[in-house]
């Protein structure tokens, strides 16, 4: 029998990293001492001896006092350069491609600055092949695409990669936020306060041809409290600021909810304006939720519900796509990342 070999936590936690460093999880310079600590959950001295480790391997290069390691991957492990292209959804995916840029760059890869957006494009299919087809790229990433888009680019040699979107069940490599057990959450937090009249605006990508899993669930609730669903919980409308507008005026216009649930932070402050301009006071007359977060919520008061999850893993696992594509390496796996519910001021009891 041979002898048990028993790692010390430095050398558990360089094994961890070296493999993170050889799947291209990392890239470009490593993370600092302070926030590898409280990823792992492990001291810093921990942390240091492990890195010293990778150092005497020749993985991490030490740059000076003040300066991330360098990363120095292997001959034959080190990814080929490539052109990504980023296609958002619109133009609120800004802050997001920007962070996937840096990124990307530190990876060794060329991003590139699309001039358009599936917003600009219709979100049709067609108009996304010919868009595609003239622009010079080696791998895309499509942020929030529909069904109809997600086939399209699981169907090309040109690899892709959807973050959110309608991508169960097709062959392309994805990630996004588990937002449907969050979602049940929400639905059922609301019913306890009282409400019975609650809708959801979102985008036609995310109701049609049919309703998500996140707004199956959301119904389900429904349905469980015996609240009978129909158009009035998840109104279909034109995704225009006009149309928009009119799909409001029509949910207030005859029996007004007393919650809504905005799929996008857009729609969220465009239906805030929208109640501030009649008198319709949050949380007093009505309650709002947001499904994802912004930058802006932290200014607001009262405090906004909204659904909150961690970008960085989704823009490691990007990364990770990446270069596995740059290694010539297969890579179609879906994941998903945890999502939670933070509730905010504009939640409230509902109004008699």
């Known amino acids: 029998m041979e002898s048990l070999t028993i790692l010390s936590a430095a050398e558990q936690v360089a094994v961890h990293l070296r493999g993170e460093l050889l799947r291209g999880s990392l ?47 292997p001959r034959g492990d080190a990814p080929s350069a490539l052109r990504i292209a980023p296609l958002a959804s619109d133009s609120a995916s800004e802050n997001f491609i920007i962070e996937l840029r840096h990124l990307l760059e530190k990876a ?3 991003p590139l600055y699309l001039e358009k957006t599936l917003q600009d494009l219709g979100m049709d299919a067609m108009r996304v092949a010919g868009f595609v087809r003239r622009t010079k790229a080696d791998a895309w990433v499509v942020i929030s695409g529909s069904r109809e888009v997600l086939e399209w680019f699981s169907e090309q040699e040109t690899p892709a990669f959807a973050l959110a979107g309608r991508r169960t069940g097709l062959p ?35 109701r049609k041809p049919q309703p ?6 959301f119904l389900a609730e429904l349905q469980a409290s015996g609240i009978a669903t129909g158009e009035y919980n998840l109104p279909d409308w034109e995704e225009s600021k006009e ?17 809504l649930i905005l799929d996008e932070p857009y729609l969220y402050y465009a239906t805030y304006h929208y109640l501030a301009t009649r008198g319709i006071r949050v949380p007093k007359d009505i309650s709002l939720v947001c499904t994802d977060g912004d930058p802006g919520f932290v200014w607001c008061q009262p405090s906004i519900a909204h659904f909150k999850w961690d970008q ?15 290694r010539g390496k297969e890579d179609k796996g879906q994941t998903l990342t945890k999502a939670e519910f933070v509730e905010g001021g504009t939640v409230g009891v509902a109004p008699n």
Do not use: Y
């Open 27 to 73: 890239s470009g310079t490593m993370p600092g001492v302070n926030p590898l600590a409280e990823e792992l959950g492990v001291n810093h001295k921990t942390v240091r001896a492990a890195l010293r480790q990778l150092e005497d391997e020749g993985l991490l290069v030490d740059q000076g006092s003040g300066l991330q390691r360098l990363i120095v991957l």
């Open 108 to 110: 060794g890869h060329t």
């Open 172 to 206: 392309i490599a994805g990630i996004g936020p588990d937002k449907i057990p969050v979602t049940a959450e929400v639905t059922r937090r609301l019913i306890a306060l009282g409400h019975r009249r609650i809708s959801v605006l979102c985008r036609r990508p995310v």
């Open 212 to 217: 998500a899993e996140s707004l199956r669930a």
């Open 243 to 259: 149309g928009f507008g009119r799909a409001l005026d029509s949910l207030f216009g005859r029996t007004p909810p007393t919650a």
């Open 312 to 326: 960085l893993p989704v823009l490691r696992r990007i990364v990770r796509w990446t270069n596995n594509v740059s």
